[in-house]
């Protein structure tokens, strides 16, 4: 187990670095020029040699990309800004804040609003999911496969802002989401976010339902699930005990993809209900030009996303005893 | 070697009552191109003890008869018209909470493929000590020593380590045993077992057989052995049955099946069977055609398409009615060939190969 997890942890790194190149090869490869932006309408060539001085835009793009990354680990020397203590991502074009206090202040909105929306989807998803196989061709199975279908075909933009306008404005029953931190008051936080969940749960629930009764039904039809009902196992015992666990694997499998998904979601969620987490930040570093910003939010995004698919790996080992993880 | 008797009344005939008797069973599944008759009027008995050996094609019906027997189909789109009697317990007619405590307790199960039947998900001491948990209420040690016990029995090396390993680190053989033993953990009174060495090689299959005819010897379990193997029928049971498409085309003693075969299916099966004696020039005759579609069957015997011998019976009964088995008890079988016409052909057959 050690030696999967420095693999793939060491695998992650690569990736990162990966990314954070592509970003910044990307950001360089766009017209727009940030300097420039910042300049404003009348920019005299001084005013823009300066900008271009204090962003350290006037390097090779290597150097800037050797300081950029050397700050993640030692951390960096700003003329501007002073000393900027590791694990640094610099200063940010347009709003001069510390990117790394940014990105970690906005953190557990985007966290909470993912995991919320995930731990409602999944428990929900395979509910009904489980629930149609085991009354597979019943109305109650029919029912929940065409509602399912129809909550999949729904787009958050849409949706959400009916929710809110029947929910809160209308029918007064929850306040308007917002982000309340889970230290402070878990109960409100819970509240707070209670439709954002549920509203990424109509639309992402289906896929779950949809699969987990597939599986279920596919599990069922097993061979060693027959030996288990040939052995007398009661008919709940063998759907609950034996079929869910084979029919788990490809389940997490997706989950493990639609988390990305949904993390990446996050800016149309976010803008959605006007939550402030990475997603605004990352729409507002792409209007700006700011690179230090975009790069930073990538690479935490894509950290994020890294760490838990290691962990759905991991959840594999557990699952499916064949899995070696070596 | 006591000939069986085949009476249309269980405990009506002249031998010891049978254990499991199974009268004119049908079973029809309903599919998306039409009904399948996969068993069309079987009938047959199995004495106490003994060794019932069940050989056919792929689509004889062999397998779904005895999945019959557990009551183990789909109940929403399978038809099971007949009876079924173990001992004084009709099967077909019983209920879902019955047919679950007879299952892994009085009778038992063994499957052809043992590493997609057993669970992956479970080590093997718990699959094996659940059925013990679920039919005799034992403890969670109980049972682990009780599987620890079983393994032991059907000669697992190193039981007390290995019930806690997953199937899928066990050898092929080795994986065949642990179901065997997950099988007899209730001593069964009656074992099923569906083709158990197919997918075996055959000094493992050997070792199987062995070891089934040893449990029977000592504790008196009654087996139905499921095979397409011939030569596994003559080692092992005690009892034949040849079933083709979905009915009985010929049953007996091995002995006399094998050795005076009278049905013109038993004729091809053992004709087309590699024998070491025989000389390597002699080519092997199969039987030729192919088995019949179960949704569309012919009309009259199963088997007259291909046959050699319909033209020998007088009329055109083979195409129009189906053979019943006669004579009723001891060796029977489905065919309107006369006696001396069998004799014939089987000599002149025998004078063929010599």
């Known amino acids: 187990m050690t030696s999967f997890l420095v693999r793939r942890i060491l695998g992650a790194i690569v990736i990162l670095i990966l990314i954070s190149l592509i970003t910044f090869y990307l950001f360089y490869a766009l017209p727009r020029d940030p300097a420039r932006a910042f300049c404003g309408k009348i920019c005299r060539p001084e005013t823009l040699t300066l900008i271009r001085h204090n962003l350290g835009m006037d390097e090779p793009l290597f150097v800037q990309y050797w300081h950029w990354l050397s700050g993640i680990f030692m951390g960096r020397e700003f003329t501007q800004f002073g000393a900027c203590p590791a694990p640094c991502l610099g200063y940010s074009f347009a709003t001069q804040e510390p990117v790394f206090s940014a990105i970690v202040d906005r953190f557990p909105v985007t966290l909470s609003l993912t995991l919320g929306a995930s731990v409602v989807i999944l428990s929900f998803g395979i509910l009904t999911g489980m629930l149609a196989a085991w009354k597979v061709g019943q109305p109650l199975d029919k029912i929940a496969s065409s509602t399912s279908v129809i909550g999949a075909s729904l787009q958050i933009y849409f949706v959400g802002p009916l929710v809110v306008f029947a929910v809160v404005d209308t029918l007064g029953l929850l306040p308007r989401p917002s982000y309340v931190p889970f230290t402070e008051d878990p109960l409100t936080w819970f509240v707070h976010l209670l439709i954002p969940w549920v509203v990424l749960s109509i639309i992402f629930t289906a896929n779950y339902t949809r699969m987990t009764r597939s599986q279920m039904l596919e599990q069922l039809a097993e061979d060693y699930v027959r030996t288990a009902r040939a052995k007398g196992m009661s008919g709940r015992s063998v759907f609950f005990r034996f079929a869910w666990r084979g029919a788990m694997i490809p389940i997490i499998t997706i989950f493990g993809v639609d988390l990305a998904t949904l993390l990446g979601g996050a800016i149309i969620t976010e803008q959605t209900f006007t939550l402030h987490g990475i997603g605004e930040l990352a729409v507002r570093a792409v209007q700006n030009t700011d690179l230090p910003m975009l790069l930073g939010v990538t690479v935490v995004g894509a950290a994020a996303i890294v760490f838990l698919n290691i962990v759905v790996d991991v959840l594999y080992a557990f699952i499916d005893p064949r899995v070696r993880l070596s | 070697m006591t000939t069986v008797s085949w009476s249309s009344e269980p405990g009506t005939s002249r031998g010891p009552e049978p254990f499991l008797s199974v009268r004119d069973l049908s079973v029809r599944f309903s599919t998306e191109d039409g009904v399948v008759h996969a068993v069309d009027g079987l009938s047959f008995d199995v004495e106490k003890g003994t060794t019932l050996g069940i050989v056919g094609e792929s689509g004889s019906g062999k397998s779904v008869t005895n999945l019959t027997i557990l009551g183990l189909h789909d109940p929403a789109h399978t038809e099971v018209d007949g009876e079924i009697w173990l001992e004084d317990q009709e099967l077909v007619g019983a209920g879902a909470?019955?047919?679950?405590?007879?299952?892994?307790?009085?009778?038992a199960m063994i499957f052809q493929d043992p590493l997609t039947s057993l669970s992956p998900f479970h080590t093997i001491g718990r699959q094996i000590g659940e059925v013990y948990r679920k039919h005799k209420g034992a403890s969670k040690k109980e049972a682990r020593d009780r599987a620890i016990e079983m393994l032991e029995r059907v000669g697992i090396p190193q039981p007390a380590t290995r019930v806690d390993h997953y199937p899928h680190e066990f050898s092929g053989g080795m994986r065949q045993r642990a179901m065997i033993a997950m099988a007899l953990v209730c001593d069964p009174d009656?074992?099923?077992?569906?083709?158990?060495?197919?997918?075996?090689?055959?000094?493992?299959?050997?070792?199987?057989?062995?070891?089934?005819?040893?449990?029977?010897?000592?504790?008196?379990?009654?087996?139905?052995?499921?095979?397409?193997?011939?030569?596994?029928?003559?080692?092992?049971?005690?009892?034949?049955?040849?079933?083709?498409?979905?009915?009985?085309?010929?049953?007996?003693?091995?002995?006399?099946?094998?050795?005076k075969p009278s049905h013109p299916y038993t004729w091809g099966l053992l004709s087309s069977m590699p024998r070491l004696t025989s000389s390597v020039d002699v080519p092997l005759v199969p039987v030729r055609g192919t088995p019949p579609s179960l949704l569309n069957r012919p009309a009259g015997c199963a088997f007259h398409p291909r046959c050699d011998f319909p033209q020998l019976v007088g009329s055109d009964l083979c195409f129009t009615q189906r053979p019943d088995i006669s004579p009723e008890n001891g060796h029977g079988d489905a065919c309107y060939l006369t006696l001396q016409q069998k004799r014939d052909i089987r000599t002149g057959d025998t004078k063929e190969q010599a």
Do not use: W
């Open chain 2, 97 to 107: 909470s019955t047919l679950e405590k007879l299952r892994g307790n009085r009778v």
């Open chain 2, 190 to 259: 009656l074992l099923i077992a569906d083709e158990p060495t197919t997918a075996l090689d055959v000094t493992v299959q050997a070792q199987i057989l062995d070891l089934l005819k040893d449990l029977q010897q000592q504790f008196g379990t009654t087996i139905i052995l499921i095979t397409h193997d011939l030569g596994v029928v003559a080692n092992t049971a005690d009892n034949v049955l040849v079933m083709y498409a979905g009915r009985a085309a010929e049953r007996g003693t091995v002995r006399e099946v094998l050795s």
